[in-house]
């Protein structure tokens, strides 16, 4: 439960975040919900003892950009959002989650982009080299 | 007092540590261990195999048979909470490691006892979908 | 110009206890560069999460094993929040007296473990011999060393009788020689304070911009602790006086572990109190249906600030879990902190954030 939750859209989203940035607020996590085609994402501030929301929801195709200019504590969690969601933000910090071409795509999503959504989690279809192991 | 009078307090004292196998484990009263069916008081409602965390239960209603994988079993003792009857009790055992999986299988003979008539958050009329 | 070449701190490596890999870039002796790569111990818990909410508990604590009740209190709480359930006031205490311990021995075990990053050995078998009293304490409390079971949504499992407070009081007595001297060591012994002082400087601005959490952030200035925001109490926190946060100003890496030593003193006055308030009552409420909505949750975890957010849609499964680790914040200010050090002072600099990788990665 969070004190004040507000709902933005992309055109407001950017100035409630600076809004956040001015009073001193303090960026905690972002949580990233998976709503099929489109990504909600919950930015958590703690500003004084209290707990704010940012929420924005956006379709998956669409750039969320990031805010690590504003507070660096966020480029973690937004390479997270990039790798475990697929979701894209131009500018989040360069270092990888999980390594590239491992045949897993975006894991928690429900509807996986590409392969086959209702599959079981088959193996990746170029495995790496198996050692006789059946 | 310094790390050195520590020290040498230490090369004059007995050992801290037990020289387990050798010596018996010291096990405080009340500590998990494994788990047991009282078959007489089970009525198949199968709380107990839909429960658990890790799929160490294997309940056959047919066959009248449980199965517990003791390996897989992690003692949180859920099956324990959610068995209406008490028919499954944990009792103080330390598991020693071993080489293959231990499948301890109970068997009910006969017929099931009667649900008898309780107000528990579980009192199941029959497996619930 | 010096060349600059690149070290490696691989995921394998004897001086850390899980995988992580930093790679430094050094020239002659000096780090001059850093990018931390995370990721080797995901075991894919958040997704595993949403398959039934009630099992939750369980996996919740091996998300981590040094900070396993406080995961589980801590989802605990959030899926209490969304169903508007009130535990008891006895589980509320309870809780507070496992975390606490919990706190205790993550503490003992972390000074253990930044004594034998530099070499100490002796002092990391003191300190976890000293563990051992911890261990059996909440073996007889909860039946298990290391991953309690003793959270469920509505209250906790299993209740303390007399005979196992007076156990515990009697626990909390030996500390009383053991920590002083601990205190003693670490405020003068000249191989951990020559070793420690001056290393691994995190400013204030750098731990507030950062994002630092725990100890980490408390020992450069940053007076942040989940326990004293008054306006979101978790456990039984707002019942207790004598809690009080130790917040230190030099921010290297000898403040960071004695801010954890002090730490200990007041978690030693803080489970008295609660012993001292206990009163008979319930220890669970009845739950019925399913999670709907989310909630937020924060819990003072040893090593810092620990979030979990819970969404449901009223079925069994969840909708979706996120979890925010201490050390997943804690990981970027390494990187001011690491710069310019020399490649000897790696360990110490690295151990003294108290990295729990299993948690950053889940």
Not at chain 2, 27 to 37: A, H, K, L, N, V
Not at chain 2, 71 to 96: F, K, L, N, W
Request: contains cysteine; aromatic residues 6%.
């Amino acid at each position: 439960m969070a004190d004040d939750a507000v709902k933005a859209t992309i055109a407001t989203w950017r100035g409630e975040i600076e809004g956040m940035k001015k009073a001193g607020a303090r960026f905690v996590v972002l949580a990233a919900v998976d709503h099929l085609d489109d990504i909600e994402v919950i930015y958590l501030f703690h500003h004084e003892g209290a707990l704010k929301e940012v929420k924005l929801m956006v379709p998956y195709e669409a750039d969320i950009p990031s805010i690590t200019d504003l507070f660096p504590s966020a480029g973690f969690v937004e390479r997270e959002m990039v790798d475990l969601f697929g979701a894209k933000v131009p500018g989040a910090a360069p270092f990888l989650e999980l390594t590239e071409g491992s045949g897993i795509v975006a894991p928690l999503r429900k509807k996986r982009p590409g392969a086959a959504a209702a599959a079981a989690p088959a193996p990746a279809p170029a495995p790496a080299p198996k050692q006789g192991v059946s | 007092m310094s790390m050195l009078t520590n020290s040498l307090k230490n090369l004059f004292s007995k050992p801290a540590t037990r020289l387990y196998p050798y010596e018996e484990a010291d096990i405080q009263r009340d500590c998990r261990g494994r788990i047991e069916y009282d078959m007489s008081k089970c009525i198949w409602c199968m709380m107990c195999s839909r429960r658990c965390p890790v799929f160490a239960i294997e309940s056959d209603k047919a066959a009248q048979t449980h199965k517990v994988f003791r390996m897989r079993c992690i003692a949180c003792g859920a099956c324990v909470e959610a068995c209406p009857t008490d028919a499954i009790s944990m009792r103080q055992h330390y598991q020693e490691p071993g080489y293959a999986p231990i499948i301890d299988s109970y068997k009910q003979e006969g017929a099931p006892p009667k649900p008898a008539k309780k107000e528990r958050a579980e009192a199941p009329a029959g497996p619930k979908a | 110009m010096a060349r600059t070449t690149v070290v490696p701190l691989g995921p394998q490596h004897p001086v850390l206890v899980e995988p992580i890999h930093l790679r430094f870039e050094v020239e002659e002796e000096v780090v001059v560069g850093l990018t931390p790569q995370i990721g080797y111990n995901h075991r894919g818990i958040e997704k595993l999460m949403e398959n039934d909410w009630k099992k939750n508990n369980f996996l919740s604590e091996r998300v981590c094993g040094i900070c396993s009740h406080q995961h589980s209190t801590a989802y605990t709480q959030a899926v209490e929040r969304v169903m508007g359930i009130e535990p008891p006031e006895r589980a509320l205490l309870i809780r507070t007296i496992l975390m606490e311990l919990q706190r205790i021995h993550s503490h003992l075990l972390i000074i253990g473990l930044e004594a034998d990053a530099i070499g100490y050995e002796n002092l990391l078998m003191q300190c976890w011999r000293d563990r051992e009293i911890v261990m059996r304490i909440v073996e007889l409390i909860s039946g298990n060393r290391v991953h309690y079971s003793m959270n469920q949504v509505g209250g906790v499992r299993r209740d303390i009788d007399d005979a196992k407070v007076k156990e515990i009081e009697s626990a909390l007595a030996k500390f009383d020689e053991r920590f002083a001297d601990l205190d003693a060591i670490m405020r003068k012994d000249p191989t951990w304070v020559k070793r420690l002082k001056g290393i691994g400087v995190l400013t204030r601005q750098q731990a507030w911009d950062l994002g630092a959490v725990g100890p980490v952030a408390r020992a450069s200035g940053v007076d942040y602790d989940v326990r004293s925001t008054r306006a979101h109490p978790f456990c039984a926190y707002h019942m207790l006086k004598s809690f009080k946060p130790v917040v230190r100003e030099d921010g290297d890496t000898w403040s960071r572990m004695m801010c954890r030593m002090e730490e200990l003193w007041v978690t030693q006055k803080m489970i008295r109190e609660c012993l001292g308030l206990l009163k008979p009552g319930p220890i669970t409420v009845e739950v019925r249906g399913h999670p709907n909505g989310q909630a937020w949750s924060r819990v003072e975890a040893s090593r810092g600030e620990l979030v979990y957010f819970v969404k449901g849609s009223g079925k069994p499964a969840l909708d979706r879990v996120k979890i925010r680790t201490p050390t997943f914040a804690n990981i970027p200010p390494l990187v001011p902190m690491l710069m310019g050090c020399q490649v000897a002072d790696i360990p110490p600099i690295v151990t003294a954030i108290d990295p729990c990788i299993c948690c950053t990665d889940r």
